[in-house]
């Protein structure tokens, strides 16, 4: 790539025998700590006025060695003569071309990364999710192996935010592994993402999965499930506490037996919601299920014949049998009652993802309420961070 061969460069960056770059020591010390302690300013060449006449400007050599084990290599400091030419070599040779040497895909992703250091344009293969992750992951391999990471940062979120509902169907159906991911990469909108669905679907995901997240991830993840079960409690509590307006009294009014009695309907429809309610808990649909009581919610938030519907009622009134008129009264008093109740889980059915549920009607069967704030990430994330999602728009007219 010529765009990499500068001609003023110091540094020469051996990836194979024909694959080189030239680039300058003060870029790649700034950018990465690997480079900074290979290119350390007194183990570069000292050249001879002569040579720098002749256009002569290598102080350094660094061969990438192959057969290291960690799948992408690292580099070896070569000495260079007072020429600057490699010592011992007529050009460029790296020692491991027999064996272990890396392959055309490895120097596209060492272009890239050094594209990226000198904030130069990169193309990835957009075409679907799993090219664009495959290129993602390759270069962040990459820039790992010398702790470049910061430079790659953007590019990889950005490309992958592109995808849309296919990265947030992706994470949705495996959150552990997006979150490490975007740990890696300190995206904050993907982050968030997975821990809103690993939170939501946390009794669903097995204890291997959950153990593979770095601590930090861990502890949050615990940390929010908690918060939010306590949340639950508080207004399932609530919920069975609940008592419509209109049966309630003023003791200074000294209210008569006639005056309860004639709410005696509204009173049978509160014994037969929390006998429902009860029942319901007991068979574990609230938040002890695997589902963190997701349908149990969206029913009592949807209220009408969501639950302890007209059906429902034509068997109560087989035990307790009335009038046509008087069976319409307790459904009416049930019908306000349920709307007394419906407030109460709003917070709960509220959808905090990105991915949009009206598109994929019946994946998400958790709860996606969950608030995930600045403090929250285990990286610094500064004030005015905004969710990179919202960003997508322009990012797509930048071809980054």
């Known amino acids: 790539m010529d765009s990499l061969k500068f001609a003023d460069g110091d540094v020469l960056v051996a990836i194979t025998a024909t694959k080189t770059f030239q680039l300058h020591a003060s870029t790649l010390r700034r950018t990465s700590s690997v480079f900074a302690k290979l290119l350390a300013e007194e183990d570069g060449a000292i050249l001879t006025s002569k040579a720098k006449k002749e256009g002569a400007t290598t102080r350094y050599c660094l061969e990438l060695r192959g057969n290291t084990g960690n799948g992408v290599g690292e580099f070896e400091q070569k000495a260079i003569d007072t020429q600057g030419r490699p010592v011992g070599t007529a050009g460029v040779t790296p020692s491991y071309l027999e064996a272990g040497k890396p392959n055309e895909m490895g120097f596209k992703y060492w272009s890239w990364l050094f594209s990226l250091i000198y904030y130069q344009n990169v193309e990835f293969d957009d075409s679907n999710l799993a090219t664009v992750l495959k290129d993602c992951m390759a270069l962040a391999d990459i820039a790992d192996c010398v702790e470049a990471m910061a430079s790659v940062r953007i590019a990889i979120d ?8 296919m990265l947030w169907n992706a994470i949705a159906g495996s959150p552990t592994d997006w979150a490490k991911l975007a740990l890696r ?12 669905h690993a939170v939501g679907k946390w009794k669903m995901i097995d204890d291997l999965d959950k153990g593979s ?38 003791a200074a009014d000294r209210p008569s037996r006639g005056s309860y009695s004639s709410d005696i309907y509204m009173w049978m429809a509160v014994a037969f919601f929390r006998q429902w309610f009860a029942q319901a808990v007991s068979a574990g649909e609230n938040r002890l299920n695997q589902n963190g009581g997701y349908d149990f919610y969206h029913q009592l938030g949807r209220g009408g014949q ?26 009416a ?24 549920v009206a598109q994929y009607p019946g994946e998400i069967n958790w709860l ?33």
């Not at 950005?158 to 509902?165: E, I």
């Not at 969501?306 to 459904?331: D, I, Q, R, W």
């Not at 419906?342 to 949009?356: E, I, K, S, T």
Request: with cysteine; net charge negative.
């Open 213 to 250: 997240l770095d601590t930090e991830t861990r502890k949050l993840c615990d940390k929010k499930f908690h918060e939010l079960d306590v949340a639950k409690e508080a207004i399932e509590i609530r919920i069975l506490g609940h008592y419509p307006t209109m049966l309630t009294r003023v």
């Open 158 to 165: 950005l490309n992958l935010l592109r995808q849309g509902h």
């Open 185 to 196: 990469i300190q995206s904050v909108s993907i982050y968030k993402e997975a821990i809103i």
């Open 333 to 356: 008093n049930m019908s306000h009652l349920k709307e007394d109740i419906r407030p109460f889980v709003q917070d709960l059915l509220v959808h905090n993802a990105n991915l949009d």
């Open 306 to 331: 969501a639950y302890l519907n007209h059906e429902s009622f034509t068997n109560f009134h087989l035990y307790f049998p009335m009038s046509g008129k008087a069976c319409n009264v307790v459904e």
């Open 368 to 400: 996606t309420c969950l608030v995930v704030e600045r403090h929250d990430f285990p990286w610094r994330v500064e004030e005015q961070v905004k969710d990179e999602s919202d960003d997508v728009p322009a990012a797509k007219r930048r071809r980054t």
